[in-house]
C-alpha cells in the first residue's frame, strides 16, 4: 500500500465491478456508523459525530471525489454516486465537509505545492475543519460588494471586518474567507483575495445564531485586526474572484447531489409505511413522481462529477442542478408533512408506528438549501444571462 498526503491507498477501487463495491461500502457502513446517528432532523455537531468522521478518514474514504494523488479515493462518477447512495440509504448524516467539498478542491487547483503539503493533509485527517466565510451582512446575493477589508503589513494582512450565515462556524478550526484587498479597483470583483486562518486566530470572535428551529447551526464571524500571514492566500492578491466563483461551483454540485433528495425519499417512504398510505393509488403516484425526479437528478449529477474527473472547470449550467435539487427535497419534505397528517405540525420528534420522527425537521432543512451555496432566484437569474445569453434586467 502506498501512502499519499498521509492516507493510505488501500487499493483502486475502480477496479472492482459496482455491485462489489457497493456491497463493500454498505457491509463497512453498516458495521461502522453510529446507529443512533441515523436519519437525523438537524445537521450534527462535531461533538456528536466527529469520532466517526475520524474514523471515516482513518479508512481512507472521506475524500471519495478527490484524485488518488491528493489522497483521495479517485472514484469514478458513477462509483461516487454509488457511494453516496449506501451512505444515504443507512441515514449517514453530512458532516462538515467544506474542508472536503469545498476549499481542498480549490487548493488543488489553485494552491502552490506548499500549500498542498500545508494544507491537504489535516483536511484528509478530519483534523482540519472548515468554515465558509463568504456572506456579510450587506453582502449575500450581491457578494462582490464585500466589505471585509484586508491591508497588507509587511508578510501579513491586517482583517477587519463581518461574516455572517457561517455553517457551524463554532465547531470549525478553520475558516477560508473573501476580503477586499483594492478598494480601489475599478469593478467590485476585482479587489478580492481568498485567505485561510485558523479560526482561533487573535481577532477572531465566533458567535451563534439561533435560527426558527431552536438549533443553532449558523454563526456570525467578527474580525478585528486579525493578522493572516500572505502565504495563508490562495490564489493571486486581488484574484480571488476566480477562486471563489469556482468554489461555488463545487458548493452547487454538492447542493445538487441526489443523497439530500434521496434521503428525504427514505424518510417519506418510512411515514408512508406506517400510516397506511402505500395502498392509496393517487398517493403511490406522487411519490413514483418523486423518485423519478431523483432517479433524473442522478444522472443529472453524474454528468457534473464526470466534467469534474476530466478536470474542467463547471460552467454557470450548474445552476440547474442546485435549483432541480432543492426543489425536489422542498417538494418532498411538503409530502411529509403531509403523509404526517396531524403529527406533521408538530416541532421535534414524534411517534409514527413504531419508531419517532421530526417530520417539521425536514421542512426546516429543506427551505434554506433554497437560499445558501446562491439564492434559487439568483440561480435563475444566472441561467438566464449566462447560460441562455438573455439581457439582465
Ligand atoms: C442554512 C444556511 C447556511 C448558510 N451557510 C453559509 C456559510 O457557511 N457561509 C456563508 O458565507 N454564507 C452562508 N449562508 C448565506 C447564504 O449564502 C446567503 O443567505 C445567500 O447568499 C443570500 O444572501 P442574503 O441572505 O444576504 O439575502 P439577500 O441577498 O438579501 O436576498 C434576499 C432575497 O432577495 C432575493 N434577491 C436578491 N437579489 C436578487 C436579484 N438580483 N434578483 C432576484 N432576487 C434577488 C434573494 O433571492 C432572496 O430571496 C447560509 C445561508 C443559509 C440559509
Redesign the pocket.
Known amino acids: 500500500m502506498s501512502e499519499v498526503f498521509g492516507v493510505e491507498q488501500e487499493r483502486d477501487w475502480n477496479e472492482l465491478e459496482d455491485a462489489e463495491f457497493a456491497a463493500i461500502v454498505r457491509d463497512w457502513v453498516s458495521e461502522n456508523y453510529p446507529p443512533e446517528l441515523r436519519f437525523p432532523s438537524r445537521r450534527l455537531f462535531w461533538a456528536e459525530q466527529g469520532e466517526w468522521v475520524k474514523n471515516l478518514a482513518r479508512k481512507g474514504w472521506i475524500a471519495p471525489g478527490w484524485p488518488r494523488e491528493f489522497g483521495g479515493m479517485g472514484l469514478s462518477p458513477v462509483k461516487q454516486v454509488l457511494f453516496a447512495e449506501q451512505l444515504e440509504r443507512q441515514g449517514v448524516a453530512r458532516f462538515q465537509d ?1 474542508g472536503i467539498t469545498q476549499v481542498g478542491p480549490v487548493i488543488q487547483r489553485f494552491g502552490t505545492a506548499e500549500q498542498h503539503r500545508r494544507w491537504l493533509p489535516p483536511i484528509l485527517a478530519a483534523e482540519d475543519i472548515w ?5 456579510e451582512p450587506e ?5 462582490a460588494s464585500l466589505r471585509t477589508r484586508a491591508r497588507r503589513d509587511g508578510d501579513e494582512y491586517v482583517v477587519d471586518g463581518q ?7 463554532h465547531d470549525a478550526t478553520h475558516i477560508y474567507f473573501l476580503v477586499r484587498t483594492d478598494p480601489d479597483a475599478p469593478k467590485p470583483q476585482a479587489g478580492i483575495s481568498f485567505l485561510l486562518s485558523p479560526i482561533d486566530a487573535p481577532g477572531i470572535t465566533v458567535r451563534p445564531i439561533r435560527d426558527i428551529s431552536g438549533h443553532e ?2 454563526c456570525e464571524v467578527f474580525f478585528d485586526s486579525v493578522r493572516v500571514p500572505v502565504e495563508n492566500r490562495v490564489g493571486a492578491e486581488n484574484q480571488g474572484w476566480t477562486v471563489a466563483k469556482s468554489l461555488l461551483g463545487h458548493e452547487r454540485i454538492n447542493v445538487g447531489s441526489p443523497k439530500q433528495p434521496g434521503y428525504a425519499l427514505e424518510m417519506v417512504a418510512a411515514v408512508a409505511r406506517e400510516r397506511g398510505l402505500l395502498e392509496d393509488p393517487i398517493f403511490r403516484d406522487r411519490l413514483a413522481q418523486l423518485q423519478l425526479d431523483v432517479a433524473d437528478l442522478g444522472a443529472a449529477y453524474t454528468r457534473y462529477i464526470a466534467q469534474l474527473a476530466r478536470g474542467e472547470e463547471i460552467g454557470p449550467d450548474v445552476s440547474m442542478l442546485k435549483i432541480w435539487a432543492t426543489e425536489t427535497v422542498a417538494a418532498i419534505a411538503d409530502l411529509i408533512i403531509e403523509a404526517g397528517g396531524a403529527a406533521g405540525g408538530i416541532a421535534g420528534e414524534v411517534a409514527i408506528g413504531s419508531g419517532e420522527l421530526d417530520l417539521l425537521g425536514a421542512l426546516y432543512k429543506a427551505r ?2 433554497m ?8 440561480q435563475r ?1 444566472i441561467i438566464a444571462t449566462a447560460v441562455l445569453g438573455l439581457p439582465r434586467a
Open positions: 467544506h468554515a465558509q466565510g463568504y456572506s453582502a449575500g446575493s450581491d457578494l461574516k455572517i450565515w457561517t455553517t457551524l462556524a447551526e449558523l434554506p438549501a437560499i445558501y451555496a446562491g439564492s434559487n432566484e439568483i437569474n
